[in-house]
């Protein structure tokens, strides 16, 4: 049986046993999910029938259905959030890139820590919808300030989970390291970045939901196109079957990222589990 591993079965007669005990430890959570979905639908339904809804005010889900079929034939859904979907890919790549950095440094010098952090802390504190319309103002280029602003929004939980991260590797681990005359690249890449990796797609998660969060409130300001701009567009025309169209655009473009970062992560950290 494809279940049952026999002595002496070869290391590929082992990927279905492993694919079939994914299954049972998740049984639960994949039949549960269509039907918490199913049901939300109905009573979504159920309330609108109950209490007599106009559609600008709660739409029912065949007529958001509807509307998400007619943006999606003639491409204003996708052209909407392929710019949201760029925005928040460049906003990764330069926040993430930055706070890793900085955090490394940070977390590998304590005096640096004491000088940088009471300006972290208060640039922290501000909220990123109220500095956004300046950014809008100083910077001409209005897809770099979108992108920036997406970049702020993760800057922080990233350059805390990675200081955190690099600050959890073993110190006896790197003593043992430098006493074998391994570099401070081999240190790096073989000791401290994979013991980091847990804490860091730990802050990684959170990131990628605050870039999309990121992505909107800058939309939201000052923009011509994305799914921000479309909510407040849908808003402003009281067409809220489209607006829910957006909203829910925005939670299959957040729940995509973070099943992608759960995937990588659990590629990366394979060596981490126990077969």
């Known amino acids: 049986m494809w279940v049952a591993r026999k002595a002496g079965s070869t290391k590929d007669d082992a990927v279905p046993y492993r694919r079939a005990g994914w299954f049972r430890r998740h049984r639960t959570e994949i ?6 979905l199913a049901t939300v639908l ?6 609108v029938l ?8 709660l739409p029912s889900p ?32 330069l926040g993430l890139s930055t706070a890793t950095v900085l955090g490394y440094l940070i977390a ?3 005096r640096l820590e004491r000088i940088l952090s009471p300006y972290l802390v208060a640039a922290q504190s501000i909220p990123v919808i109220a500095i956004a319309p300046l950014l809008i103002i100083w910077i001409k280029d209005p897809n770099l300030s979108k992108v920036l ?71 939201f300001i000052g923009a011509d196109r994305g799914l921000g701009y479309l909510i ?3 808003r402003g025309i009281l067409d809220t079957p489209l607006l829910f169209v957006a909203l829910v655009s925005l939670v299959v473009v957040a729940v995509l990222l973070y099943g992608f970062v759960s995937l990588l992560e659990h590629r990366l950290l394979a060596w981490k589990r126990i077969e």
């Open 42 to 47: 109905l009573l979504w339904e159920g309330l």
């Open 232 to 234: 407040n567009l849908s």
């Open 149 to 219: 602003i997406c970049a702020i929004t993760i800057f922080f939980p990233t350059l805390i989970s990675t200081v955190v991260g690099i600050r959890s590797v073993e110190p006896d681990l790197i003593a043992l390291m430098q006493s074998l005359r391994a570099t401070r690249w081999q240190i790096l890449t073989k000791l401290e970045i994979p013991g980091a990796l847990p804490v860091l797609f730990g802050g990684l998660k959170i990131g990628v939901s605050l870039a999309v969060i990121g992505a909107v409130v800058a939309e």
């Open 31 to 36: 039949l549960l999910a269509p039907i918490v």
């Open 50 to 57: 109950w209490r007599g809804y106009p559609s600008f005010i």
């Open 108 to 110: 590998k010098s304590p």
């Open 62 to 93: 065949v007529l958001v259905a509807r509307k998400f079929l007619v943006v999606l034939a003639d491409g204003v859904l996708w052209y909407h959030t392929r710019s949201t979907l760029i925005e928040i890919a460049l906003g990764l790549v």
